[in-house]
């Protein structure tokens, strides 16, 4: 069973679309459930993201944790946003069931993916952040939606 607040951020998704010349993108994937995920920030010069979108394809509950991760990291500085968890994603919407729990563990990911492109177009270092795995292969299609 769902809460409400999950309910909704997936019928009422927040920050959907894209960022044209993002300051960056982050695209994952979960082979397993189909779930992808992409995420865009504008950040200003200063490193607080000024705004952030994303196009998810997958399930209500990817579609909200990606929606509550996005409102979640808005105005918040690059090293605020590092902290942005799975859990803490979670706990937001209320909890999610247990075999929803890895869309959140993939907003997670696609927002650090998304700081991970930033950090590379800048050639700037963000303490604790790692490159995301297969950073390369996530060259996936949304755009058919």
Not at 10 to 17: H, I
Not at 84 to 100: F, H, I, S
Not at 103 to 123: I, M, P
Request: charge should be negative; hydrophobic fraction near 40%.
């Amino acid at each position: 069973m769902y809460s409400e607040k999950v309910i909704d951020h997936f019928t009422n998704p927040r920050n959907v679309g894209e960022i044209e010349n993002a300051s960056g993108v982050g695209t994952v994937g979960n082979a397993k459930c189909g779930d992808i995920m992409r995420v865009y920030l504008d950040i200003d010069d200063d490193g607080v993201i000024r705004d952030c979108k994303f196009k998810t394809f997958g399930c209500g509950a990817a579609v909200a944790t990606s929606s509550m991760a996005t409102e979640m990291i808005k105005g918040k500085t690059v090293q605020e946003a590092m902290k942005l968890t799975n859990k803490a994603v979670m706990e937001a919407l209320d909890g999610l069931p247990p075999v929803k729990v890895h869309c959140s563990v993939l907003a997670e990911e696609a927002v650090h993916a998304a700081l991970w492109d930033y950090s590379q177009k800048k050639g700037i270092v963000i303490e604790g952040l790692e490159k995301p795995e297969e950073a390369e292969e996530q060259k996936v299609e949304l755009d058919a939606e």
